[in-house]
T-cell receptor, first 114, second 111 residues
């Protein structure tokens, strides 16, 4: 079965640079979520989208922005990168935005900021 | 303050032993999911529980959702080395749909 696809899998950037992470949800899933997982920490919710509209917002820095496109894929744009942004970034998708809809996670993008 | 507390945090057992991982909160959850995560990989869904008191079985894994939907447990029977990994509970609370993850349980099963 098709899973959530994330690209790139690994990304190395310098401080103050920008980065764009992409997420392709499972076919027919219309809701996308972004999570950040620091070393040794549990994933923290950043933001979610349903039908191209932001549906919920968590602890996402103002330097980050995200959007969902008409084909339901999503992009997380990160600017003025800081060392502390180094983490695993996961995208998840669900069939619908309901509180009981299961979220399926992608393999993640490992971002390293030097 | 962590919304979802898991215990134990670390568990090292021998092959064939049974174990139980607990996920507790003072909040009520609309749903609760259990994931297993390998280092550097995304969490892989094991089960979703929605109804208070619900019990789901997945081969040697048994999941239970508390009657009040504030807690859950994962029981593994006859653990195998392949069960080694980080087990995370995660739930949706309030009116939104974002997942709040538990503190995690790192399980190691040795031969």
């Amino acid at each position: 079965a098709a899973g959530v696809i994330q690209s790139p899998r690994h990304l190395i950037k310098e401080k103050r640079e920008t980065a764009t992470l992409k997420c392709y949800p499972i076919p027919r899933h219309d809701t996308v979520y972004w999570y950040q997982q620091g070393p040794g920490q549990d994933p923290q919710f950043l933001i979610s989208f349903y039908e191209k509209m932001q549906s919920d917002k968590g602890s996402i820095p103002d330097r980050f922005s995200a959007q969902q496109f008409s084909d339901y894929h999503s992009e997380l744009n990160m600017s003025s990168l800081e060392l502390g942004d180094s983490a695993l970034y996961f995208c998840a998708s669900s069939l619908a935005p309901g509180s009981t809809d299961t979220q399926y996670f992608g393999p993640g993008t490992r971002l390293t900021v030097l | 303050t962590q919304l979802l507390e898991q215990s134990p945090q670390f568990l090292s057992i021998q092959e064939g032993e049974n174990l139980t991982v607990y996920c507790n909160s003072s909040s009520v959850f609309s749903s609760l999911q259990w994931y297993r995560q390998e280092p550097g990989e995304g969490p892989v869904l094991l089960v979703t529980v929605v109804t208070g008191g619900e019990v789901k079985k997945l081969k040697r894994l048994t999941f239970q959702f508390g009657d009040a939907r504030k807690d859950s447990s994962l029981h593994i029977t006859a653990a195998q080395p392949g069960d080694t990994g980080l087990y995370l509970c995660a739930g949706v609370t309030g009116g939104g749909n974002k997942l709040t993850f538990g503190t995690g349980t790192q399980l190691k099963v040795e031969l």
